[in-house]
């Protein structure tokens, strides 16, 4: 499949193919605030305005199960680990959320089907490993291409910088307007 973009908005995601311009699938959904593509591009996490984070199977155009209540607050950013094992969320509830990405078998729902006979399948969802508590709204967040360091800014301005393994901090950078 072509590469694809995606395009968040107060319904859900549209997906784009970019060499041509036309709207290949819509896929309804919350209020899409950020999004970040999964490795391997078949699959996109979207942060929304509720707190919700969304995943989205991209080639089949469907909502999967995700984390619907993730933050408190929107979420206002996602980034990837460099590692692709998960991703990192920014959200309005003053926390940064570590998240890793698991495969789960899902029974698919056949009437029909005597119980022992409906066929299972392995889909996409998340599980939240860690947090880290700041004293102010998280507006965006991003980690090294090493994995090492995180960079979180806050709605007061500053950025600031803690070891992503130990969520110890670093640094921080003051001197930016919002």
Same mark, same amino acid.
């Given at each position: 499949m072509t590469a694809q973009v995606n395009a968040l908005s107060h319904k859900g995601v549209k997906v784009w193919n970019p060499s041509t311009g036309a709207c290949l699938r819509t896929i309804d959904g919350g209020y899409? *605030?950020?999004?970040?593509?999964?490795p391997g591009g078949r699959h996109a996490v979207v942060g929304t305005k509720t707190g919700a984070l969304e995943i989205v199977d991209v080639q089949a155009g469907m909502?999967?199960?995700g984390a619907p209540e993730?933050?408190?607050?929107?979420?206002w950013g996602v980034a990837l680990l460099p590692n692709g094992s998960g991703f990192v969320s920014a959200s309005a509830d003053k926390?940064?959320?570590?998240?890793?990405?698991? *495969?789960?078998?899902?029974?698919d729902e056949d009437d029909d089907a005597p119980e022992g006979e409906r066929a299972t399948r392995r889909e996409l969802t998340v599980a939240h490993v860690k947090t880290l508590q700041m004293t102010e709204d998280v507006l965006s967040v991003r980690i090294t291409p090493d994995g090492k360091l995180l960079s979180v800014s806050l709605l007061d301005n500053p950025l600031k910088v803690?070891?992503?393994?130990s969520l110890k901090f670093f640094l921080s950078l003051y001197g930016h307007r919002l």
């Open positions: 899409g *605030l950020c999004a970040a593509f999964a909502a999967l199960d993730a933050h408190g607050g929107a979420v926390t940064v959320k570590f998240w890793e990405w698991r *495969l789960v078998d899902v029974e803690f070891f992503a393994d």
